[in-house]
Nanobody, 129 residues
């Protein structure tokens, strides 16, 4: 599976941006991670197609929304009320596995980048103060 990202760019604090990602094949879940300068890559959000459940890191809840179209193998991340600390390279990721578990299990599962087998090349999001 290949992942191709688009969107991102430069915006002032408080503004909005959208990043999108299209997969070349079917996936079980797709997510977004980000890596800020000098920091490790971290989980941002994920969506599990079979249930439609979404998962977010605490710092983006209420500001970011992940959505998508399984028929188009596309996932989007709408980012509102952006802050300078959201500046990072945003990576799309895909998981082809369908583990069985509770919501809490999936919350931990999708936070873990090792559970994603496929990654996009990354797209820059810069928020100026």
């Amino acid at each position: 599976v290949q992942l191709v990202e688009s969107g991102g760019g430069l915006v002032q604090a408080g503004g909005s941006l959208r990043v999108s990602c299209t997969a070349s094949g079917r996936t079980a879940a797709m997510g977004w991670f980000r890596r800020a300068p000098g920091k490790e890559r971290e989980f941002v959000a994920a969506i599990k197609w079979s249930s439609g459940n979404t998962y977010y890191r605490d710092s983006v809840k209420g500001r970011f929304t992940i959505s998508g179209d399984i028929a188009q193998n596309t996932v989007r991340l709408e980012m509102n009320s952006l802050k300078p600390e959201d500046t990072a390279v945003y990576y799309c990721a895909a998981d082809l596995k369908s583990p069985v578990g509770t919501y809490g299990y999936y919350l931990d599962y999708y936070h873990t980048e090792g559970n994603y087998g496929y990654w996009g090349q990354g797209t820059q999001v810069t928020v100026s103060s």
